[in-house]
């Protein structure tokens, strides 16, 4: 937890005042003194102001979506800094962290889904979010796709189902017609959504429709170290962490200390991995972090690989704690249906325009244009939480996996980050670490009644595995 920083007023005690005035001789070690007090006093002064600054935004930010002060106040002694990425992140925390916070008032600040590009590229068909199929009013709440006015299709297809929370999937159903056929797809040992319930767990062991489970590992696929350790750490079983002999597509790097971490991390991205595999540092490979804190964490990773991979030059812009660059690799944090950029979404700055208080950003080659008073919805993405990359998949995966995530070292977000990763995936850390998130299934329990529910009604046959 960190103080509110104090006035933005800075006054000069009077003695400080009385001896600046009576020292009208330029003697060598009056200088001297003069100068070190300047300096002193002038760093305060800029750390001061740049504080202020950052809790300015924060304030702008919380009162945009009708987070009144006090509340607002509450919300940046909890989360400092970080607290705009949070709110953005998970904003269900606010309810679990913060007294006198519930989920409604979460809410108001979530826009919860993930752009259906993965699955337009697979399937050759459009695809669309849930709340973009659904006609979601951003404004005023709600869906306009309803019993009254359902969806006009024959078969609805879901992927990526356990991200969907109880509230969205309830909405959902409402609106799928009766003579519709629905096929939810979708992997209940990856994280569950951020918001309350697990529907798609509940679905599936309350027994009520058929339920085919893929469960072989193929010869091709056994031959890829990624699926293989995946499968591993699902069963609750460490990982292959031994040196692999001749090429591989999943390694394990050593690191002791936080600091070791960093530095490790650093290099694989921008020189180790990029001459091995021929991988693009800043657009094939992505840092997956457990936790958003912490010196490990995704906060200041992004910072130290921003530095080593797109040093800022004089053409940049600093809003809401981040710098933002031409060349620099960001992700927008909400959905966004006027610009059409949305919750997960990668892109890279074009440019940044100090005159016109704008910045561009490529998003699969088409040019989105936000101005600076907008990069709220942007941070920048050398480094993610495995909780923002559920339903995204990269060429090349780096995790940080040390005992200082010790709150976050669970099995499904492991199993969640291995399997992000399409060529490589490279865990940085300690053994000890990925043991406990081995071990760890806490953070699959959710109570629900969801499948006693469903399960009071007659239960078709289960469909046997292909």
């Known amino acids: 937890m960190r103080p509110m920083p104090s006035g933005g007023v800075i006054r000069s005690s009077p003695s400080s005042s009385a001896s600046s005035r009576s020292s009208g001789r330029r003697g060598s070690s009056g200088s001297t003194i003069g100068a070190a007090i300047g300096q002193v006093r002038a760093k305060r002064i800029t750390d001061a102001w740049a504080e202020q600054k950052i809790v300015r935004e924060i304030m702008v930010f919380l009162h945009s979506h009708t987070v009144g002060t006090a509340r607002a106040v509450r919300i940046y002694k909890t989360y400092g800094a970080d607290a705009v990425q949070v ?134 696929a056994a031959q890829s170290r990624i699926i293989t350790g995946a499968h591993k750490i699902n069963q609750g079983l460490i990982p292959d962490l031994s040196k692999p002999e001749g090429d591989s597509d999943f390694y394990f790097v050593q690191a002791d200390d936080p600091e070791t971490a960093v530095s490790r991390i650093v290099e694989l991205v921008k020189t180790r991995i990029p001459q091995r595999f021929g991988l693009d540092p800043i657009r094939d490979i992505q840092v997956l972090c457990p936790m958003n804190r912490g010196g490990v964490g995704a906060r200041s990773l992004n910072i130290e690989l921003q530095k080593a991979l797109n040093p800022a030059g004089e053409r940049k812009v600093e809003r809401f704690g981040w710098t933002f660059a031409p060349g620099d690799k960001v992700m927008q944090i909400e959905n966004d249906y006027d610009k059409e950029v949305y919750n997960g979404d990668i892109g890279y700055i074009d440019d940044v325009d100090p005159d016109d208080g704008e910045l561009t950003a490529s998003f699969d080659g088409r040019a989105v244009t936000y101005g600076f008073g907008e990069l709220d919805t942007l941070v920048p993405a050398y480094a993610a939480t495995i909780h923002k990359s559920q339903g995204s998949e990269y060429p090349a995966v780096v995790i940080p996996v040390m005992t200082q995530h010790y709150a976050m070292l669970q099995r499904n977000l492991l199993y969640t980050g291995v399997t992000r990763g399409k060529r490589l995936v490279v865990l940085v850390g300690q053994k000890k670490a990925v043991a406990i998130a081995v071990k760890n299934i806490s953070g699959r329990r959710r109570w629900s009644k969801l499948d006693e529910w469903l399960g009071a009604g007659p239960s078709p046959a289960r469909t046997p595995n292909p």
Do not use: W
């Open 87 to 220: 709110m953005t992140e998970n904003p269900y925390r606010l309810a679990r962290d913060i007294r006198g916070i519930g989920f409604k008032t979460a809410d108001t600040i979530a826009m919860t889904g993930r752009a259906a590009k993965r699955m337009t590229e697979a399937t050759g068909f459009e695809a669309k979010t849930i709340h973009r199929l659904l006609e979601v009013d951003p404004k005023g709440g709600g869906f306009k796709r309803s019993p009254d006015n359902p969806l006009e299709c024959d078969l609805l297809v879901v992927d990526e189902t356990s991200m969907v929370d109880v509230m969205l999937m309830q909405a959902l159903l409402k609106a799928v017609p009766d003579n519709s056929a629905l096929l939810i797809v979708g992997d209940i040992d990856q994280l569950p959504s951020v918001g309350p319930g697990q529907a798609l767990a509940d679905i599936i062991a309350s027994g009520a429709v058929p339920v085919v489970r893929l469960t072989e590992i193929f010869r091709q």
